[in-house]
C-alpha cells in the first residue's frame, strides 16, 4: 500500500506547486530547454552516434595497444573500446555502450555491472566546452582530465572481479549510420527530459532556500541535482584552489540528473555498481585535486583543505572499496522514479 501511496503523494504535491508558482518551474524548464539546445546536445549528440558505430566496430577487436588497459581494470579481453568512448563521449555514453554491449550478448551481466562502476565518465566536449572560461590557467582544464581519468582507472583496480579470469568477447554486427542517429535521438530524448526535470527541481530550491546556504555549499548542492548548472556555478567561488576540487568532485559524481540519465538509457540491465563507483570516483578525485592543484594554483593558503577532510575521504575510500567487494551496495534508487 505504500509503495502505491508514496507516487501518488509525490505526483500530487508535484502538481500542487507546479500550480501554486509556475512561473518558477516555466522558468526553471526554459533554463533546462535553453541548455538542451546550445549545449548539450551540440557536445553530446555527435559523438552519442559515433561511439554508436565505433563501440561495435571496437568491441571483440585484439589490440596490442589496448590490451594493458583491459587488464589493468580487469575488463574482458576486446572490451576495451568501451573505457575509450567513455572517456571520449561523455556522459551516459559510456554506461550506454556498455548496455548495447550487453543486450546484443557481447557483455555477461556481472561483467556490464561491474564496468559501470568506471566507464561513465565527463567527456573534454563538457570540460573544455563549458569550463573553458573557469579557469585562468588553461593547464587547469587538462589536469582536470587527467584527474578524472585516473580516478577512474583507481576506481576498476578497487573493484574486484567476480572471478579471475577474463573473459572474451567477440564482433558484434556494426549498425548503420541511420540506426545510429535513430538510436541517439532517443537516447538525447532521454536526456535531455531529465535534464529539464531537475532543471525545474533546481529552480524551486533556488528560490525558497538555497539563497541561504554560503556560496560554496550552494554550487556543491547544485552540482549534486544537476553537473552543468553546478559547473556554471563556480564563478561565484572565489579560491581557485576551492573551484577546483569542487570542479573534480562534480565531474566524477555527476549529479543525480546524470545518475537518472544512466538508469534511462541502462534499461534492464540496471545500474550495478554504478553509484559505488562514482562516489569512489569523487572521493579519488577530491584527493587527487588536493595532492596537484600546486601546478595550477601554487598559492598555499588558497589550495589549503583541513587535515580532519582529508581523513574523512580517506575512511570512505576503505569504506566504498569494502562494500563494493561485499557487494552491498546497490544501485536502487532510480527504482523509485520507475526508471
Known amino acids: 500500500m505504500r509503495r502505491k501511496l508514496t507516487p501518488f503523494i ?10 501554486l508558482d ?8 526554459q533554463i533546462g530547454i535553453e541548455l538542451c539546445i546550445y ?3 551540440p557536445s553530446l549528440f ?3 552516434v559515433l561511439t ?3 563501440t561495435p566496430a571496437i568491441c571483440g577487436t585484439k589490440s596490442r595497444i589496448l ?12 572490451s576495451e573500446g568501451i573505457f575509450i568512448s567513455s572517456i571520449l563521449g561523455g556522459y551516459p555514453t559510456g554506461a550506454l555502450s556498455i548496455h548495447q554491449a550487453w543486450k546484443s550478448g557481447q557483455l555477461r551481466s556481472a561483467d556490464a555491472r561491474r564496468m559501470l562502476a568506471f566507464c561513465s565518465n565527463a567527456g573534454p566536449a563538457f570540460i573544455f566546452g563549458i569550463l573553458g572560461n573557469k579557469f585562468s590557467n588553461a593547464a587547469s582544464l587538462w589536469l582536470l582530465w587527467g584527474i578524472h581519468i585516473i580516478s577512474a582507472v583507481l576506481v576498476a583496480i578497487l573493484i574486484p572481479k567476480k572471478d579471475e579470469q577474463r573473459g572474451t568477447i567477440v564482433s558484434p554486427p556494426v549498425p548503420t549510420l541511420a540506426q545510429s542517429v535513430k538510436n541517439a535521438v532517443l537516447s538525447m530524448g532521454y536526456i535531455c527530459g531529465w535534464i529539464v526535470l531537475f532543471r525545474v527541481i533546481l529552480a524551486f530550491c533556488e528560490r525558497w532556500f538555497l539563497w541561504l546556504l554560503p556560496t560554496s555549499l550552494q554550487v556543491i548542492l547544485c552540482g549534486l541535482l ?3 548548472n553546478g559547473c556554471i556555478g563556480l564563478d561565484a567561488v572565489s579560491s581557485m584552489g576551492t573551484r577546483f576540487t569542487l570542479c573534480s568532485a562534480m565531474l566524477a559524481f555527476g549529479g543525480a540528473c546524470i545518475v537518472m ?9 540496471g545500474l550495478g555498481l554504478y553509484l559505488p563507483g562514482k562516489l569512489l570516483q569523487m572521493v579519488l578525485s577530491i584527493l587527487l585535486s588536493y595532492f596537484t592543484q600546486w601546478i595550477c594554483f601554487p598559492t598555499v593558503e588558497e589550495a589549503k583543505i583541513h587535515p580532519v577532510f582529508i581523513t574523512m575521504l580517506l575512511f570512505f575510500v576503505g569504506l566504498f572499496a569494502l562494500l563494493a567487494r561485499k557487494k552491498k551496495i546497490r544501485g536502487s534508487i532510480p527504482q523509485l522514479f520507475g526508471v
Open 226 to 228: 544537476e553537473l552543468a
Open 52 to 54: 554508436g558505430i565505433l
Open 10 to 19: 509525490a505526483a500530487g504535491m508535484g502538481i500542487l506547486l507546479l500550480i
Open 22 to 29: 509556475s512561473r518558477t518551474a516555466i522558468h526553471g524548464a
Open 67 to 78: 590490451s594493458p588497459i583491459g587488464k589493468l581494470c580487469g575488463m574482458p579481453q576486446g
Open 46 to 48: 555527435p559523438f552519442i
Open 39 to 41: 549545449t548539450v546536445i
Open 261 to 269: 540519465q544512466t538508469a534511462s538509457v541502462t534499461g534492464k540491465l
